[in-house]
C-alpha cells in the first residue's frame, strides 16, 4: 500500500486548503483512514478518522472546522479545512490500517487511534498558516 499526500501550502488565517491522500494498491473502504499532524519535537497527533462504514471522529481542536471524507472512485481521502488557525500548522499525514476489518481503534481520551497503530503511512505535506 502506497499513500501519497497532495494539497500543502501556506495559508492566511481564516482561511480554506483541501489535502488530499491517494492510495495505490488499496481498496480505502476496507481501512481505517485518519489524518495526523506533528510539529518538531512533538508527537504526532490525530486529527481526523473515517472509518469503512463512513463514520468520521475528529479531534476537538477541529471539530466543525475539519471534514474527513473519501472518494472509494478514485481511492482518495480528503481533509477539508476551513477557517484555519495558525496553530494549525504542521506536517499532515495520512495513515491506513487494515488490521481491524475497516474499524478505527479508539485509544486517546478524545477516542481517536494512536499513530502506533497504523502501518500505512505517506510522506507528509506541510500546512502553514499566518496570522
Known amino acids: 500500500v502506497q499513500l501519497m499526500e497532495s494539497g500543502g501550502g501556506s495559508v492566511q488565517a481564516g482561511g480554506s486548503r483541501r489535502l488530499a491522500c491517494s492510495a495505490s494498491?488499496?481498496?480505502?473502504?476496507?481501512?481505517?483512514l485518519a489524518w495526523f499532524r506533528q510539529n518538531p519535537g512533538t508527537e504526532r497527533e490525530a486529527v481526523a478518522t473515517i472509518e469503512s462504514g463512513g463514520t468520521a471522529n475528529y479531534a476537538d481542536s477541529v471539530k466543525g472546522r475539519f471534514t474527513i471524507y473519501q472518494d472509494d472512485a478514485v481511492e482518495t481521502l480528503y481533509l477539508q479545512m476551513n477557517s484555519l488557525k495558525p496553530e494549525d500548522t504542521a506536517m499532515y499525514y495520512c495513515?491506513?490500517?487494515?488490521?481491524?476489518?475497516?474499524?478505527?481503534?479508539?485509544?486517546?481520551?478524545?477516542?481517536?487511534?494512536?499513530?502506533?497503530?497504523?502501518?500505512?503511512w505517506g510522506q507528509g505535506t506541510q500546512v502553514t498558516v499566518s496570522s
Open positions: 495513515a491506513g490500517n487494515d488490521l481491524h476489518s475497516g474499524y478505527c481503534v479508539a485509544a486517546t481520551s478524545e477516542g481517536l487511534p494512536t499513530s502506533a497503530g497504523f502501518p500505512f
Open positions: 494498491g488499496a481498496t480505502l473502504r476496507h481501512y481505517c
